[in-house]
């Protein structure tokens, strides 16, 4: 299935007050949607992902998998500010018929959502029979449960929070450090900042996974070496594979969206209140490993999501084991969805 573009000419109002005066939306679907909806399971993604779920999530999602086309249909959305076709820094601005790079507006998780939503209506969408994200994918699931709570019938989340942790901030703002450090960072091109995407990458790769991951599969038999150390190529590596096919001014932008997440925000109540109503049947999963998104965060949001089911997975690959720990993660959602 290839990728389609929604092109909405209405003028789209962010959270900030400022106007996109149109709207891309990337997207992918897969199998063939019910009349009343029920079918349908809506995955939103994280960071730097793209909207060919079926693509980069096959332990869950394809032919005979948990998540299967030919009984579900399943949507996924490239997100606003991203650079795999939906409306952000490298698409053009129709007012000045030039990509946006800088000048692109500051955008919020809300801003995700609400473009989410859109597309929705657009696809004719009556409800979502399942809302699913991981990391950022889940701070998705939890604002759109709370702005449409009657179109969606269950949930489920994989290591995520219902706010940014001060951590997560202090991690993400370390990138944005090491993005701005890059003397191309404030060129308008569309490899600008490339340097300080490798770093920022980099930084990622570190929260992503952990110390006995790195120890484990990293570490150089030789004792003898000085240099040109296994750990250093890995992590050299993986930044050039993320410079080859993302953006530094996105993940920039992406990774302040992320920033401005609390589902109490403007609500005036506090996390747990928010938490509280939400009456879907939610299923949570933690990993034991993860250190940038840690099972406290998921245990919180299960003492207080009124019919929450929690799971924590015993796995050594961190934050990414949600990503790779398909077989136990597909299980756990079959025995829950029934």
């Not at 998705?140 to 949930?155: F, G, M, S």
């Not at 240099?227 to 096919?245: E, H, N, P, T, W």
């Not at 993302?246 to 109490?264: E, G, R, V």
Request: charged share 20%; hydrophobic share 40%.
């Amino acid at each position: 299935m290839s990728v389609r573009i929604f092109h909405s000419k209405a003028s789209f109002r962010l959270e900030s007050g400022q106007v996109l005066p149109e709207l891309h939306i990337a997207y992918h679907t897969y199998g063939t949607m019910k009349e009343d909806g029920s079918n349908v399971v809506w995955v939103c993604h994280a960071l730097t992902a793209n909207s060919d779920v079926a693509d980069w999530w096959t332990g869950l999602i394809g032919t005979g998998r948990v998540i299967d086309p030919a009984t579900h249909f399943i949507v996924c959305a490239n997100i606003i500010g991203s650079c795999y076709g939906s409306s952000g820094p490298h698409t053009m601005n129709p007012e000045t018929g030039a990509p946006w790079f800088h000048s692109f507006p500051a955008i919020t998780i809300r801003d995700i959502v609400q473009a989410h939503q859109l597309l929705r209506k657009h696809l004719e969408i009556p409800r979502i029979g399942l809302l699913i994200g991981g990391s950022m994918g889940g701070y998705q699931v939890l604002e759109w449960a709370l702005t449409e709570p009657a179109l969606i019938n269950r949930l489920f989340l994989l290591c995520t929070g219902a706010a940014e942790s001060a951590w997560g901030i202090a991690i993400h703002t370390t990138q944005r450090l090491a993005i701005e450090a890059d003397s191309t960072w404030q060129d308008d091109t569309h490899n600008a900042g490339h340097k300080g995407l490798k770093a920022a990458r980099a930084i990622g790769m570190i929260t992503y996974r952990n110390y006995k991951t790195f120890v484990r599969t990293q570490s150089d038999p030789d004792k003898e070496k000085t240099d040109d150390f296994r750990a250093s190529s890995y992590i050299c590596y993986q930044g050039d594979k993320l410079v080859k096919r993302f953006n530094a001014q996105s993940y920039w932008l992406l990774t302040k969206a992320m920033d401005s997440h609390n589902i109490a925000r403007g609500r005036h109540e506090d996390i747990t209140t928010s938490l509280s109503h939400i009456k879907q049947p939610v299923l949570l999963i933690g990993i034991t490993s993860d250190i940038l998104c840690p099972p406290e965060e998921q245990q919180l949001m299960a003492a207080h999501l009124p019919n929450a089911t929690y799971h924590e997975i015993d796995s050594s690959y961190g934050h990414d084991g949600f990503l790779i720990e398909f077989e136990k993660i597909g299980k756990i959602l079959q025995d829950w969805k029934g």
